[in-house]
Structures are given as structure tokens and as C-alpha cells.
């Protein structure tokens, strides 16, 4: 707590300069006649200046003189300086009236001199009291004002108070709340102790009946194990029963469809018993229509008889007619009769025979069906152990056949390198976009083929101003060259990613050559989709088909565009285009791991499963890089572009794997310094795409010459693609040129730096790259 302290008053109001001061005044009241300050004093000085005025001019100079001429100037210190005076005696001879008139003149003097002394004095106590007034008047203000400041302390220190005392109060209850819980708590917790000790009893009690549990329940697990041991023997018996019923049902089925095929036999045989029985029926009917038939016969014999004996001359021949009808009849009838009894004969014994058969076919099949099962079941068995030796068979052959495809394949992979590295690790490609009619007429004198055997689709003549210029590189595509048929040498690329390896394929030259269009190509048409599209297309085509060699692909993507020497991450969700609120303040590093893969921080990567994941991120990738081109107002790209796949392969049969990286890069517009006319940031942006491309073309001329020091330079583009750069990695460039005219100096300038990169000018000879100790050059 603070204490209080009044502020110091000043003890010595009349210290040096308030005495200068109160004898300054003094001086002024000889001169001038001031009001009274002090009435009193006043009066006493008046009187004495009355007494001494009489001769106060002369006087005064007498005094001087006077003490001048005795010598002893008096000074009044003190008080007893005064009464020492004032008890001065005069001591003259009685009629010495001079001497008594000096001395008293003398005295006189020293009178004078003590009241001017004490009118100082006098004075100087005024000033003190006026001042000390003054001080106190200021120390009163003070002190009102300390009142009212304390007052108003004391206010709020009584507010304070009451308030304290008010916790106080809430605060003895809760004590006193807190000292009836604490009893409680005591007399709860001596329960709990009672309890406590009622527990521990209890708690041995169930210790001991623990111990028992426990026995109990480890002869209940032996009981269990051994349970489940039965379980297990009665689930191997279920099982072995399971395989018997089903043996058995596959009998039943067996012998179900022999009692189909007896029934069905019987079936036929009652049917066709039905037929005989038909048969005699018909018979039968035959025989009564013979009957019917004889009985006319008799009656027409009657008539022929009743004729006869009318008509005697054809008697004969109807009698002989009728005799042989007769005959006929009788034997007929003889027939029938003997057919009759046959038949009834046989459906008889038929019948007798069926249910014969049927009885001797159920005493019979019964032990027969036994037979059958049992020679079922033994073909069954014989039949699984032949499928099992010849799945064994199968399962050795698909095992050499697959070690073969795994051969082949390895050799297929082998094979293809090598043709790939015969061809060249580092290829340079010339791509030569058709004219555009943009109001320009093209007179085609610029860029010519040669046709020479050697040259023919390698190489290409430019004609500049006077002079003409060859340049050959290992494939030359015309304007007239699709987008399939530069596909078809990527592809190869491509097939080497998925191999495992490191592959870079760059698209190189001045502004509108035709760098993107050969990267991405025009998304709207399927003919025209770039190298980036139709890679990606054959990745997930070759993976899908590898599948069923067991072989499991993870692809990643990730693009990102170099502008000015700083990372844009083309794929950040939400990115809004260019500046550091573009990366949301994420830092793109670049580094490089023990494998050789390349990491770059707070890149966005995405994992890609089909053609429409990377058609989106291609679609978010251009969105983004048009949205930075626009806020930079940038007339065509001024970055390069990367896009990347990350290929990880694993083979689950044979447990081999495989990690290619594919680089696809959009490299920016070259433009010459000199010729480009940049001021400020442009010339800034124009130096930096310089500085890059010529750190790129050194290393990738460098490798080319197998040299050992790579100069990797202070560039983020070479620093990035490091690890994919020379050893058996491999790079491909494609040199975009434009046919107009008037950008010849651009093209020619295009060529030479692709020529430079492949050290393929004509007279220059082609070398390979071998493998290179890469030099970590951290920009
Ligand atoms: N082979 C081709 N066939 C048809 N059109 C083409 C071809 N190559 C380029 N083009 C067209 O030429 C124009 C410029 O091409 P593109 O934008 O690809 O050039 P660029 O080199 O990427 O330019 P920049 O450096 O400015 O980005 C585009 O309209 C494109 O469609």
C-alpha cells in the first residue's frame, strides 16, 4: 500500500535572492513612499525618520563623514548589536557641551545607521511574510487540492473497503460453508475409513476368493483349451464330414440321375407298352371290323346265296369268290387270332417282365449304386489328383512363363534403352510451325529442307539477310507435321519413365514458335492435345495394361512456372496469380535427396489416377498461369513452365520396382537483349530467362562432352532439374521456329543455341553421354 506523503514545503522562503529582493524593495520605499504594509512598522519607522528628518540631508553626510573620519564603521548582526547600542552611556565632562555634542551626534549616527538596519530588517521580514503568504496561500491551494485528491481516495478507498468488506463477508460465509463441508468431509471421510477398513476385509476376502477365481479359471481355460481343441478336432471332423455329405451328394446327384435314367427308361418301356396295348387295340378293332366285316360278308354271301339261287349263271364265280374270301377270312381270322394271342402273350409277359426288371433293378442298383458311388468316388478322387497335378503343372509353366515375361520384359527394357541411348541421350528436335496468315504474305524464302540423302528430315537450311545457314538435328518436323507424328518419338520417352527412368523433354524458342502448343497443344480438338496430354494418355493406357503382369503404379503431378528466378506453384488451391500473396507466404525451396529426387517445399503435389485428374489440374495449371500473365501484363509467356510425373512402380510377383521422373517444360520465349529494346523490370525479366537458358544450354553441352564439372550455375531451372540431367537420364529438345521472314535474326539465334546444346551444327560430330558426377551448385 502506498503511503501518503505531503509534498515538501520549502523551509527558507527567505534565502539569498528573497533577501536581495525584500533590500532591493527597501531601497525603492527610501525612495519612494509605498503603501503601509504593515501599519505598525510603518509608524515606527516614520517616527524615527521624523526624528532623524530635521537634518536629514546634512545629517546624512555628516554620518558618513562622520564614521569615515572615527574609522569605526558599526555593523549591526544581531539584536544585542542594537541594545548594546542603546545601553551605551555617554560619559562627558559636565560643561563639555562640544564633546557632549559630538558624542551625541556620534551616537546619533549610530542610531541612524541601527534604524536603517532595522528598517532592513524590517523590510526584509515583510518580504518574508509576504512570500511566506504567497507559500502558503500555494501551500493551502496544495492542500485543498491534496484534500479533495485524499477525499477522493479516501472515496474510493472506502468504495475499496466496502467492497473488501463485502468479499470479506462472502468470504467468511464460504469459509464458514467450507468449515461445514470440511466437517463433512471428516465425518465422510471417518466413514470412509470405517469402510475403508470394512473394504480391506472385504478386499482380502474377494483376494482370496480371486486366488480361487483364478484357479478356477485357469482350470476353466484348460477346460476351454481343451474345448476348443475339441472344437477344433470336431470342426476338422466337421469339415472331413462336410467333404464326405458333399461326396455324398455329388453320389446322391449321381444317383439321382441314374433313377432319371431308369425312370426314364421305364417311362419309355410303359410307353411302349402303351403302343402294344394301343396295338392290340387296334388289333382287337381290326379284328371286330374283320368280324363286322365277315358278318356283312355272310350276309352278302346270303344275298349272293339268295341271288345265286336267283342268278345261277354267276353263281359260280361269286361262289368261288366267296370261297376264297373265305379262306381268306379264315386265315385272316386264323392270323389275328394267332396275333391276338401273341400279343396278349407278350403285353402279359411284358408286364410280368417290367415289374420283374423293376424289382431286380432296385435289388440290383442298390449295391450296384454302392459300387457306383464308391467307383465315383474313387474316379473323384483320381480325377482331383490328376486336376491337381496338372493345376501344379499349370502353375510351374505360368511360373517359368511369367520368370520369361519378367526376362523379356528386362530385355524388352534393356533393348529399348539401348536403342534409345544409340540414338542419343540428348536429342535436339526442330518443330517448324505452319505459316500464319495474319495479314502477313508469306514468300517461303526464309526456311528451305535441304533433300540430300544424308540431310533428308534432319536437316534445315535458313536463309538470313544474304546468308544461308544449315543446321542438322536428329529429326526435322515440317509444317505440315501432325501432332501424332511428334508423339511418336515421345512416346519412347515416355515408355523410358515408366522403365525408370529420369526423362526431361524441353520445348525451346522465340516468342509464338509454337512451344506450347507442342507442350500442351489445343485441349478443344483430340488431334491437336499436345506431348504433355498424349503422355500422360499412354502412361495410364501402359500401366492399366501392366496390371495384370502385377505390376501397381503411383503417379504424382506437380506444376510450377520459374518467373523472374522465383517459384509459382501452378497448382495451389485458390492461387490467385502472381506476388507473394500468390504462395500464401509458402517458400519454394529446392533440394535434392540421397536417391536423387528432387524436392521442392510447399509444393502442391497430386496424386493422378486417370485422364480426367489430369485433364482438371491441366485446366487449373493454365487457368493459374494466365491469371499471373494478366496481372503481370505479359503479351505471351515470360516463365518456364514445368510440369512434372512422379512414376512409382511396384511389381507384387516378382517385388521389383521402379521410379521414373517425366519432365515436360515450356521453356520461356527467348528474346535477344539487344534486340528486344527492355527498359526497367522488363529488361530485368529479359536478362533473367537469358541467364537461365545459357545455364541450361551450358549443362546440357557440358554433359554432351562428357565433361566432369557440370556447371549447374546460380539458376533455379538447372538447379531443379539436377538430378535428371545427364548420367543415363534422358533429354530431349525441341527447337520451335517460326517460317515468317521478318523473324529470321530470332530463328537463326533459336538454332544456334539448339545446335549448341547437341553440338549437331553441321561439321560438328554427334557424341554420347556417359555417366557424369553431378556437382551440387545450391543456387
Ligand atoms: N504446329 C502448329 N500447328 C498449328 N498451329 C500452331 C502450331 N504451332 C503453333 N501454332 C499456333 O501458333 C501460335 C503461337 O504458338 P504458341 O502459343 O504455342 O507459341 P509459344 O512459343 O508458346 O509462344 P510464347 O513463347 O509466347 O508462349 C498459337 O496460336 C498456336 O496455336
Known amino acids: 500500500m502506498s503511503s501518503f506523503r505531503p509534498p515538501t514545503t520549502p523551509r527558507s522562503p527567505l534565502k539569498k535572492e528573497n533577501f536581495d529582493e525584500a533590500s532591493k524593495r527597501r531601497r525603492v520605499g527610501l525612495t519612494k513612499t509605498t503603501g503601509p504594509a504593515n501599519p505598525r512598522a510603518r ?65 546619533i549616527k549610530k542610531l541612524r545607521l541601527c534604524i536603517t538596519w532595522t528598517m532592513e530588517q524590517v523590510d526584509s521580514y515583510l518580504a518574508e511574510q509576504e512570500s511566506l503568504k504567497t507559500n502558503l496561500e500555494g501551500e493551502q491551494k496544495r492542500h485543498s487540492e491534496l484534500e479533495s485528491a485524499l477525499s477522493d481516495k479516501i472515496s474510493q478507498l472506502t468504495a475499496t473497503l466496502e467492497e473488501l468488506m463485502r468479499e470479506m463477508n462472502s468470504i467468511q460465509e464460504a469459509l464458514k460453508k467450507e468449515e461445514a463441508r470440511k466437517i463433512a468431509a471428516i465425518e465422510a471421510y471417518e466413514n470412509e475409513k470405517s469402510l475403508k477398513q470394512v473394504a480391506d476385509s472385504s478386499l482380502a476376502n474377494l483376494r482370496e476368493e480371486l486366488e480361487k477365481v483364478r484357479e478356477e479359471a485357469k482350470w476353466v481355460r484348460d477346460q476351454l483349451k481343451m474345448v476348443q481343441d475339441n472344437s477344433k478336432r470336431l470342426q476338422e471332423y466337421n469339415t472331413s464330414l462336410q467333404q464326405y455329405n458333399s461326396n455324398l451328394q455329388e453320389d446322391k446327384a449321381k444317383h439321382e440321375e441314374t433313377i432319371e435314367k431308369l425312370s426314364r427308361e421305364k417311362n419309355a418301356m410303359s410307353e411302349y407298352n402303351c403302343n402294344l396295348k394301343d396295338q392290340v387295340g387296334s388289333l382287337r378293332l381290326q379284328l371286330a371290323a374283320s368280324q363286322s366285316s365277315q358278318q356283312e360278308a355272310l350276309s352278302q354271301r346270303d344275298n349272293l346265296r339268295d341271288q345265286l339261287q336267283t342268278v345261277t349263271a354267276a353263281c359260280n364265280t361269286a361262289c368261288a369268290k366267296v370261297e376264297s374270301l373265305e379262306a381268306q377270312l379264315e386265315s385272316v381270322k386264323e392270323t389275328l387270332t394267332k396275333q391276338l394271342e401273341l400279343v396278349t402273350f407278350e403285353a402279359s409277359e411284358l408286364e410280368v417282365c417290367f415289374v420283374c426288371m423293376y424289382i431286380t433293378a432296385v435289388i440290383i442298383c442298390v449295391p450296384i449304386l454302392c459300387q457306383l458311388a464308391d467307383s465315383s468316388g474313387v474316379q473323384a478322387i483320381t480325377r482331383f489328383e490328376n486336376a491337381d497335378r496338372t493345376i501344379r503343372d499349370l502353375r510351374e509353366q505360368l511360373a517359368r512363363a511369367e520368370a520369361r515375361i519378367s526376362e523379356g520384359e528386362a530385355l524388352r527394357k534393356r533393348l529399348h534403352n539401348t536403342i534409345l541411348e544409340l540414338k542419343g541421350n540428348i536429342r535436339v528436335f526442330c518443330r517448324v510451325r505452319p505459316f500464319i496468315t495474319d495479314g502477313n504474305v508469306y514468300d517461303g524464302s526464309a526456311i528451305s529442307f535441304p533433300t540430300s540423302t544424308d540431310l533428308v528430315g534432319r536437316g534445315i537450311d535458313l536463309a538470313n539477310q544474304t546468308q544461308k545457314y544449315s543446321f542438322a538435328f536428329d529429326r526435322v518436323f515440317g509444317p505440315d507435321s501432325s501432332q501424332q507424328d511428334v508423339f511418336v518419338e515421345i512416346s519412347q520417352l515416355v515408355q523410358s519413365a515408366l522403365d525408370g527412368y529420369k526423362v526431361c523433354i524441353f520445348a525451346y524458342g522465340q516468342t509464338g514458335s509454337g512451344k506450347t502448343y507442342t507442350m500442351m497443344g489445343r485441349q478443344s480438338s483430340e488431334g491437336e492435345k499436345g506431348m504433355i496430354p498424349r503422355s500422360l494418355h499412354q502412361i495410364f493406357k501402359t500401366t492399366r495394361a501392366l496390371t495384370s503382369e502385377g505390376w501397381e503404379y503411383c503417379i504424382q503431378a506437380s506444376m510450377l512456372e520459374i518467373y523472374n528466378e522465383t517459384i509459382r506453384d501452378l497448382l495451389l488451391p485458390g492461387r490467385p496469380g502472381v506476388g ?198 545450391r543456387p
Open 43 to 107: 509608524s515606527v519607522l516614520s517616527t524615527i525618520n521624523a526624528g532623524a528628518g530635521v537634518n536629514a540631508g546634512a545629517q546624512s553626510d555628516n554620518m558618513s563623514d562622520a564614521a569615515s573620519t572615527n574609522g569605526s564603521l558599526i555593523e549591526f548582526t544581531c539584536k544585542e548589536d542594537v541594545e548594546r547600542l542603546l545601553a551605551e552611556k555617554l560619559r562627558t565632562k559636565k560643561n563639555d557641551i562640544k564633546g557632549k555634542c559630538e558624542q551625541q551626534s556620534e551616537y
Open 580 to 777: 507473394p500473396e500468390a504462395s500464401n507466404g509458402k517458400q519454394y525451396n529446392i533440394k535434392h535427396d540421397a536417391n536423387g529426387n528432387t524436392i521442392v517445399s510447399d509444393l502442391t503435389i497430386e496424386d493422378v489416377h486417370s485422364q480426367e485428374d489430369v485433364d482438371r489440374i491441366l485446366r487449373q495449371a493454365e487457368q493459374s498461369r494466365s491469371v499471373g500473365r494478366t496481372q503481370m501484363n505479359e503479351q505471351s509467356s515470360r516463365s518456364h513452365c514445368v510440369f512434372t510425373l512422379r512414376i512409382s512402380g511396384v511389381n507384387k510377383k516378382t517385388e521389383q520396382q521402379v521410379q521414373g521422373v517425366l519432365n515436360l517444360i515450356d521453356l520461356a520465349g527467348s528474346e535477344r537483349l539487344a534486340k528486344s529494346g527492355a527498359t526497367g523490370d522488363r529488361l530485368k525479366e529479359t536478362q533473367a530467362i537469358n541467364k537461365s537458358l545459357s545455364a541450361l544450354s551450358d549443362v546440357i553441352f557440358s554433359l554432351a562432352k562428357k565433361e566432369d564439372h557440370v556447371p549447374f550455375r546460380n539458376s533455379k531451372l538447372t538447379y531443379l532439374l539436377q538430378p535428371c540431367l545427364g548420367g543415363d537420364s534422358k533429354t530431349l529438345m525441341f527447337v520451335n521456329v517460326s517460317p515468317e521472314v521478318p523473324s529470321a535474326g530470332e530463328t537463326l539465334c533459336s538454332l544456334r543455341f539448339a545446335a549448341r546444346v547437341n553440338s549437331c551444327e553441321i561439321g560438328v560430330p554427334r557424341r554420347q553421354t556417359q555417366q557424369m558426377k553431378l556437382l551440387d551448385s
